[in-house]
């Protein structure tokens, strides 16, 4: 499974590869439903807007970034500003003659650590310049994706965990797992993606959760517990992965549309799976993007053809920092 990768967030990277078209009025809505929903954007991705916006559209996503961090900055301001007090309340009355209860001893060792939290977080919340974390998604988390609609390429911002059309909210509680989808199951639990709803995201590194003694490729000690590790995936040399996904846009009335997303998984290489790591997500070649994106639902061995026309490659990993 891979639960987690650095992606490219920018829909900038998606126009200039592909002269794709970005899909403004899903970006509005999806920040707009931030406002009242805990809705996950990673920072790179409104990065992407924050710079010069030339129509209404853009400017409405921009104004809408600006506000949702002024409400966070207040929030976390809040907060400091509880703890300072909090904990200087505290030590007033453990420099007393009284004996201090429970809850002062409570202040005193967990108003530090929730100062020091909100200053990091005010600190994050203001940065500028982006680092690597900044393009990183996790279950739950949008990006952009590439698709085509009415027979044009559409970047558009999906949650990176489907929830088919038709199922329940619930569903994503029920299957935590459909950030990813088995090439062994696309026919049955994916029948109604695989072969009509396909897109593309760009990869540059995958992370995957491994047991360490897999990993060293040995058995575990009699008293020794199973140790998760997480490990970093790249190609080398480095490139941009174009990584198969599966979507669906889920309605309901009364509710906001979902647009969400799973990326395509089969056996990994051999240094994948030397690794400690039996599943690997799917990038195919650049001049199957077409194909990719416009299947024939009736030629699913077409698809399947894509898959196994991989361009060689070598994948390094190293511990995730």
Known sequence: MCYSAQVRANYRDYVRLFGAHLSIKEFVQLFFNRQEAKLKVPKAVEAAFEGEATTP????????????????????????????KRLADA????????????????????APSKISKARLD??????????DRDSRIFPGVYAPVMVVRDGQR?????????????RPAAYDIEYPGTYNARRDNLERFWKGQFGYTHGILLVDTFY??????????????????????????????????????????WKKDGEPDLLSFA?????????????????????????HVDAWLNPDPKNLQALYDIFDDRAPAYYEHRLAA
């Open 57 to 84: 559209e853009e400017q409405e996503v921009k104004r809408l970034i600006e506000a949702f961090k002024g409400d966070r900055a207040m929030a976390l301001e809040k907060e400091l500003f509880a703890q300072r």
């Open 122 to 131: 005010l600190e994050d919340l203001r940065r500028t310049d982006l680092l």
């Open 154 to 166: 559409v970047v558009l911002p999906m949650r990176y965990q489907c929830r088919p059309a038709g």
């Open 91 to 110: 030590e007033r009355i453990a420099q007393s003659n009284l004996k201090p209860a429970k809850t002062v001893l409570d202040s005193l060792r967990i």
């Open 263 to 287: 990326a395509i998984t089969d056996e990994p290489p051999p240094e994948v799976r030397d690794a400690g790591h039996d599943r690997m997500i799917i990038r195919i070649k650049p001049e």
């Open 208 to 249: 995957e959760n491994v047991k360490r003694h897999d990993m060293e490729h040995r058995a575990l000690g009699p008293d020794e517990k199973p140790e998760n590790v997480i490990l970093r995936f790249q190609p080398n040399p480095p490139e941009l992965m174009y990584i198969a996904c599966l979507w669906s846009h």
